[in-house]
């Protein structure tokens, strides 16, 4: 992965829940350059249920990967991404997609039911993505408060609340 990728990751952060309590780690940006080295991140931390990385790029995008055992889950938040974000390109791949055309319509590519059994079902997300108001960020900031953990979220990747 280029230089410019991990440049281009505004922020990577681990969640997980260890004795019922979430916690959130900040991740380097070279960890979230492609699913496996993600993947092996998120397997060292302790959480009961796994843990889920939550990385958002370049005010553009974002991606959610949930590692349970030996199984890795993944959502993308916008195919089109793919065609200017090698990060996403490399999502799309994992996924066994086929490259992007520039006239796609803007959709979240992968597994929409990721989080179900942690309180943010695809119904949910789906209504998060489709927000046209809000930055990855925000988009992911919804997550973590439907997930139990938003405020540990916000502080830090340093939101704040409006």
């Given amino acids: 992965m280029t230089a410019t990728a991990i440049e281009s990751v505004d922020f990577a952060l681990a969640a997980y ?3 019922g309590v979430w916690q959130v780690a900040e991740l380097s940006p070279d960890h979230a350059t492609d699913v496996e080295t993600l993947a092996a991140a998120l397997r060292r931390f302790p959480g009961d249920g796994g843990a889920v990385g939550l ?10 990967v949930r590692v349970t055992g030996p199984r890795t889950r993944v ?30 319509d803007p959709e979240p590519a ?13 119904m949910d997300l ?33 939101l704040t609340s409006a």
């Fill in 17 to 19: 829940r260890e004795e």
């Fill in 126 to 158: 789906a209504a998060i993505l489709d927000d046209d108001e809000l930055y990855p960020d925000e988009m992911l900031s919804e997550i973590a408060r439907g997930l139990g953990f938003g405020d540990l979220f916000d502080d830090t990747v340093g």
């Fill in 110 to 122: 992968g597994d929409l039911e990721l989080l179900s059994d942690l309180g943010v079902d695809a």
């Fill in 55 to 64: 990385v958002a790029v370049e005010e553009d995008f974002f991606v959610v």
């Fill in 75 to 104: 959502m993308l938040s916008d195919i089109t991404a793919a065609t200017e974000w090698e990060v996403a390109a490399v999502v799309l791949e994992h996924l066994g997609l086929p490259p992007v055309e520039d006239e796609d």
